[in-house]
């Protein structure tokens, strides 16, 4: 099956080229050329990867990687002129999978296309199994989906209400991904049919206890300020 990628960069020469140049890869691929058409474009489950300049005119490349990251787990490669350090570093740090500086050879962005969809294949394959299996763990707690049992690293049992369950769930789900407030309302709504007559915030709050998370320097559930939170553990089986 080929590869579907969008690609988004306002340079309309780079977009036939490499548009071009991916199929001959077996890598089909839509390209746009604004966060607007990136909007219209994109789809869950339509594209296996984007492809995203960092420099564009509107959204910029952080603002919209920045987007995608928050709602969706598509692999994002930054594909930009600007290769300094610190740039590579925010591109990274605010979600994006890869960063390729031009000028480039598209050899090097075939290469970069597969590794990161073997890299994806794979995480998807053992996060399947992981959150197939009764009792999950991430850092030294562990977690029994059925019964519903927190078990500390010391070994002790921390008990759970069942909006606190659920919140937890989520996140063990989409670990390391910023997720909204909204988001987490949502999802942890669709869990069950009753809805939370308590703030995310506070549940968050009751969650942070239960894990003995310092609300001032949490480890495990961060705040991204005016943002949502981050679940920032290693979750395996």
Excluded at 134 to 149: C, G, K, S, Y
Excluded at 152 to 164: F, K, R, T, V, Y
Excluded at 172 to 183: F, G, M, S, V, Y
Excluded at 218 to 228: N, S
């Amino acid at each position: 099956m080929p590869i579907r990628v969008l690609l988004v960069d306002d340079d309309a020469e780079i977009r036939e080229l490499l548009s071009d140049y991916l199929l001959g890869y077996g890598i089909e691929t839509t390209a746009v050329a604004d966060g607007a058409a990136l909007r219209q474009a994109f789809m869950p489950g339509r594209f296996e990867l984007v492809i995203l300049d960092l420099m564009l005119p509107g959204e910029d490349g952080i603002a919209l990687c920045r987007m995608l990251r928050a709602q969706y787990s598509v692999p994002i490669i930054m594909l930009t002129a600007r290769g300094e350090a610190a740039d590579r570093v925010l591109g990274l740090e605010i979600g994006a999978d890869d960063y390729v500086v031009k000028p480039f050879d598209p050899r090097e962005l075939v290469a970069r296309i597969r590794s990161l969809q073997r890299r994806v294949a794979g995480s998807n394959d053992a996060a399947g199994d992981t959150l197939d299996a009764d009792e999950i763990r991430f850092n030294d707690w562990r977690l029994n989906r059925v019964t519903r049992q927190l078990t500390d690293p010391a070994g002790m049992l921390i008990p759970l209400s069942n909006a606190e369950f659920r919140l937890l769930w989520v996140f063990i789900e989409r670990p390391r991904r910023l997720l909204t407030r909204d988001q987490l309302l949502d999802a942890a709504r669709g869990r069950a049919a009753e809805a939370f007559d308590r703030s995310i915030d506070l549940l968050v709050s009751r969650l942070r206890q239960k894990l003995n998370d310092d609300p001032k320097a949490p480890r495990l559930l961060k705040t991204v300020r005016g943002e949502g939170y981050m679940f920032d553990a290693r979750v395996s089986k």
